[in-house]
Protein backbone atom coordinates (compact mmCIF):
# COMPACT_ATOMS: atom_id res chain seq x y z
CA UNK A 1 0.00 0.00 0.00
CA UNK A 2 1.10 3.34 -0.82
CA UNK A 3 0.75 6.99 -0.06
CA UNK A 4 2.31 8.60 -2.70
CA UNK A 5 0.01 9.52 -5.63
CA UNK A 6 1.29 9.17 -9.24
CA UNK A 7 -0.16 12.46 -10.80
CA UNK A 8 1.29 14.38 -13.18
CA UNK A 9 1.56 17.36 -10.52
CA UNK A 10 3.63 14.26 -8.42
CA UNK A 11 5.62 13.34 -11.40
CA UNK A 12 6.53 17.06 -12.69
CA UNK A 13 7.81 17.86 -9.48
CA UNK A 14 10.21 14.61 -9.69
CA UNK A 15 10.90 15.61 -13.21
CA UNK A 16 12.14 19.05 -11.82
CA UNK A 17 13.75 18.02 -8.79
CA UNK A 18 16.02 15.93 -11.66
CA UNK A 19 16.56 18.92 -13.34
CA UNK A 20 17.98 20.93 -10.27
CA UNK A 21 20.62 18.26 -9.73
CA UNK A 22 21.97 17.87 -13.27
CA UNK A 23 23.83 21.56 -12.92
CA UNK A 24 25.14 20.56 -9.64
CA UNK A 25 27.74 17.97 -11.31
CA UNK A 26 29.47 21.26 -13.19
CA UNK A 27 30.06 22.75 -9.39
CA UNK A 28 31.15 19.35 -8.71
CA UNK A 29 34.15 19.72 -11.12
CA UNK A 30 34.61 23.31 -10.33
CA UNK A 31 34.89 22.39 -6.35
CA UNK A 32 37.51 19.53 -7.36
CA UNK A 33 38.97 22.13 -8.98
CA UNK A 34 39.44 24.18 -6.73
CA UNK A 35 40.52 21.67 -3.98
CA UNK A 36 43.30 20.96 -6.31
CA UNK A 37 44.39 24.82 -6.99
CA UNK A 38 47.73 26.01 -5.17
CA UNK A 39 46.73 27.79 -1.54
CA UNK A 40 47.58 31.10 -1.74
CA UNK A 41 50.73 32.57 0.40
CA UNK A 42 49.20 33.88 3.67
CA UNK A 43 47.08 30.29 3.55
CA UNK A 44 50.74 28.52 3.07
CA UNK A 45 52.24 31.23 5.83
CA UNK A 46 50.17 30.16 8.51
CA UNK A 47 49.80 26.18 7.52
CA UNK A 48 53.74 26.19 7.70
CA UNK A 49 53.86 27.88 10.92
CA UNK A 50 51.12 25.53 12.69
CA UNK A 51 52.85 22.16 11.04
CA UNK A 52 56.25 23.28 12.19
CA UNK A 53 55.03 24.06 15.88
CA UNK A 54 52.88 20.75 16.24
CA UNK A 55 55.69 18.67 14.98
CA UNK A 56 58.68 20.29 16.96
CA UNK A 57 56.90 21.96 20.23
CA UNK A 58 58.33 25.06 19.31
CA UNK A 59 56.46 28.39 18.61
CA UNK A 60 56.82 29.22 15.35
CA UNK A 61 57.40 33.57 15.61
CA UNK A 62 58.19 34.39 12.09
CA UNK A 63 58.89 33.74 8.90
CA UNK A 64 61.63 35.35 7.78
CA UNK A 65 62.05 33.72 3.61
CA UNK A 66 59.77 32.86 1.58
CA UNK A 67 59.16 31.80 -2.30
CA UNK A 68 57.44 29.00 -3.99
CA UNK A 69 59.33 26.53 -5.86
CA UNK A 70 58.69 24.00 -8.89
CA UNK A 71 57.96 21.65 -5.89
CA UNK A 72 56.07 23.12 -3.99
CA UNK A 73 57.13 26.11 -1.15
CA UNK A 74 60.51 26.72 0.79
CA UNK A 75 60.30 29.02 4.14
CA UNK A 76 62.78 29.85 6.62
CA UNK A 77 61.02 30.40 9.51
CA UNK A 78 62.77 31.67 12.97
CA UNK A 79 61.43 29.50 15.81
CA UNK A 80 61.74 30.15 19.59
CA UNK A 81 63.58 27.15 21.34
CA UNK A 82 64.69 28.07 24.94
CA UNK A 83 62.44 31.19 26.63
CA UNK A 84 65.17 32.72 28.69
CA UNK A 85 64.77 36.32 30.96
CA UNK A 86 65.71 38.73 30.12
CA UNK A 87 64.09 37.68 26.55
CA UNK A 88 67.25 39.25 25.02
CA UNK A 89 68.55 36.12 26.13
CA UNK A 90 66.11 33.59 24.42
CA UNK A 91 67.46 31.02 21.82
CA UNK A 92 65.70 30.97 18.63
CA UNK A 93 66.37 28.83 15.88
CA UNK A 94 66.32 29.55 11.98
CA UNK A 95 64.67 26.50 10.54
CA UNK A 96 64.20 25.85 6.50
CA UNK A 97 61.14 24.17 5.80
CA UNK A 98 60.17 22.74 2.80
CA UNK A 99 56.47 22.01 1.41
CA UNK A 100 54.65 20.57 -1.37
CA UNK A 101 52.22 22.16 -3.93
CA UNK A 102 49.49 21.89 -1.58
CA UNK A 103 50.91 23.57 1.48
CA UNK A 104 52.05 20.21 3.20
CA UNK A 105 54.90 20.14 4.67
CA UNK A 106 57.45 17.38 3.81
CA UNK A 107 60.44 18.29 5.74
CA UNK A 108 62.07 20.31 7.56
CA UNK A 109 65.91 21.27 9.37
CA UNK A 110 67.24 23.60 11.64
CA UNK A 111 69.98 25.86 9.98
CA UNK A 112 71.32 27.95 13.16
CA UNK A 113 70.44 28.81 16.11
CA UNK A 114 71.20 32.20 17.81
CA UNK A 115 70.55 34.38 20.96
CA UNK A 116 67.58 36.61 19.81
CA UNK A 117 69.33 39.52 20.74
CA UNK A 118 72.08 38.90 18.39
CA UNK A 119 72.73 40.46 15.34
CA UNK A 120 73.93 38.22 12.56
CA UNK A 121 78.06 39.00 11.85
CA UNK A 122 78.39 40.57 8.25
CA UNK A 123 78.84 37.78 5.55
CA UNK A 124 78.42 35.24 8.29
CA UNK A 125 75.67 33.21 6.62
CA UNK A 126 77.31 32.87 3.22
CA UNK A 127 74.44 34.12 1.21
Known amino acids: ?3 TNNT ?3 QGSQQSSRRTQKPQKPQEAQDSQESRRRPR ?3 VLR ?4 QLAELT ?3 AETVSSF ?3 EEGWALEVEVLEL ?3 PDTMSLMGSYQVELDAEGQLTGYRRVRRYERGRADARGSQGR
Open 57 to 59: GMT
Open 8 to 10: PES
Open 67 to 69: EQT
Open 41 to 43: PME
Open 47 to 50: EARA
Open 1 to 3: MSN
Open 83 to 85: ERV
